[in-house]
């Protein structure tokens, strides 16, 4: 199943909390794209450090669930400190789009239920796959893009180190 993910740090190293949790995740996903680095303005909480996003595309066999659980795992593992709402942090990856399938339970919402209103989500999303098309909006990711009213300010990067998929 295709699947893409979103990334945020803002805490450390960014670069570095970045490349660590994409290394992290193509030991189960086959990481076939991945994104630049994103500096965006922090959302919802404005009182913190900028943040460094990304997205990455690949194939898996795990379910959503078991993908939940491997994003967990990771964001754990590397120290992810749970603070409050839209808070700073370490790492953060979000399940964005698991191949058609579309769900909402108590632990997982696909498509993710925020990314088509966020410019640090979409943006590199685009750069990657701006053709997918959201099975909840049927919409593509590049029209979801072009729908946004403000992005915000949105720097795109290049990766100091190189990525090893």
Not at 11 to 34: K, P
Request: hydrophobic share 40%; net charge negative; with cysteine.
């Amino acid at each position: 199943m295709r699947v893409y993910l979103g990334l945020g740090s803002n805490i450390g190293d960014r670069e570095s909390n970045l490349l660590d949790a994409i290394e992290r995740l193509g030991r189960e996903v086959e990481i076939e794209l991945i994104s630049s680095p994103y500096d965006t303005e922090p959302v919802g909480y404005d009182h913190q450090p900028r943040f460094l996003n990304a997205v990455v595309g690949g194939d898996t066999g795990l379910s959503p669930d078991d993908l939940l659980k491997l994003v967990k795992k990771i964001e754990d593992d590397m120290g992810r400190a749970t603070t409050f709402v839209n808070g700073p942090r370490l790492i953060d990856i979000d399940i964005l789009l698991c191949g058609d399938i579309v769900l909402d339970s108590e632990f997982l919402t696909v498509p993710h239920a925020r990314y088509a209103e966020r410019a640090f989500v979409l943006v590199p999303l685009a750069q990657i796959a701006p053709n997918v098309v959201c099975p909840l909006r049927h919409k593509s990711v590049r029209v979801l893009l072009n729908d946004l009213k403000d992005p915000g300010q949105i720097i795109r990067k290049d990766w100091a180190r190189s990525q090893h998929v």
